[in-house]
């Protein structure tokens, strides 16, 4: 949605997946644009210390925490960029869905995961491990430039044949052989 105005990050909320990270980086690009929001889909234990931060920096009407939800389908296509900022990760399904809901991708470049999905400069960025200033930089980089948002977006699909159903298959077999 070339409209939207939504980031949006989603998983349980634990201190490794980073979200006390979303209310930094928040503050430095969300003050300056006050038609966006940051949507985290999730519940977990980090919850009140998340809300604490937000409520600390002022940005309650901007960093949203709707809990579980039960529709994601409807937060995917209508958010404008999904962000990961997570410590570590396996395969991170939800990159996966944002993916193919062609939304542009931030992450960071961690161990696993992220660089198996993210094509760097082709449909998101992955980001040093942990630099919340660069993180934060190429997120207002999207959320103002709204061409380069589509041109992500087109280009979500880049990279996604390996993890087609026929790819998997495949692969299985030959370890099962």
Same mark, same amino acid.
């Given at each position: 949605?070339?409209?939207?105005? +939504? /980031?949006?990050?989603?998983?349980?909320? &634990?201190? %490794?997946?980073?979200?006390?990270?979303?209310?930094?980086?928040?503050?430095? /690009?969300? @003050?300056?644009? @006050?038609?966006?929001?940051?949507?985290?889909?999730?519940?977990? @234990?980090?919850?009140?210390?998340?809300?604490?931060?937000?409520?600390?920096?002022?940005?309650?009407?901007?960093?949203? &925490?709707?809990?579980?939800?039960?529709? !994601?389908?409807?937060?995917?296509?209508?958010?404008?960029?999904?962000?990961? +900022?997570? #410590?570590?990760?396996?395969?991170? !399904?939800? &990159?996966?869905?944002?993916?193919?809901?062609?939304?542009?991708?931030?992450?960071? #470049?961690? !161990?696993?995961?992220?660089?198996?999905?993210?094509?760097?400069? /082709? %449909?998101?960025?992955?980001?040093?491990? *942990?630099?919340?200033?660069?993180?934060?930089?190429?997120?207002?980089?999207? !959320?103002?430039?709204? +061409?380069?948002?589509? %041109?992500?977006?087109? %280009?979500?699909?880049?990279?996604?044949?390996? *993890?087609?159903? @026929?790819? /998997?298959?495949?692969?299985?077999?030959?370890?099962?052989?």
């Amino acid at each position: 949605d070339l409209h939207s105005r +939504t /980031i949006l990050s989603v998983g349980h909320l &634990l201190r %490794n997946k980073g979200y006390h990270r979303v209310v930094e980086m928040g503050r430095k /690009i969300l @003050p300056s644009r @006050p038609d966006w929001k940051w949507v985290i889909c999730g519940e977990g @234990p980090e919850r009140p210390a998340l809300e604490q931060a937000i409520r600390d920096t002022g940005l309650e009407q901007q960093i949203l &925490l709707p809990g579980l939800v039960k529709n !994601m389908d409807e937060y995917y296509r209508t958010a404008a960029i999904q962000v990961l +900022t997570s #410590d570590m990760e396996g395969l991170p !399904m939800t &990159l996966l869905e944002g993916k193919g809901h062609h939304l542009p991708l931030v992450a960071f #470049d961690i !161990m696993t995961g992220p660089s198996d999905i993210i094509d760097e400069g /082709i %449909n998101g960025y992955l980001i040093e491990p *942990f630099d919340l200033d660069a993180m934060a930089e190429k997120i207002a980089a999207l !959320m103002d430039n709204p +061409t380069l948002r589509k %041109n992500y977006s087109e %280009n979500s699909k880049v990279g996604m044949e390996k *993890f087609s159903k @026929p790819t /998997i298959l495949n692969g299985w077999n030959e370890v099962l052989k």
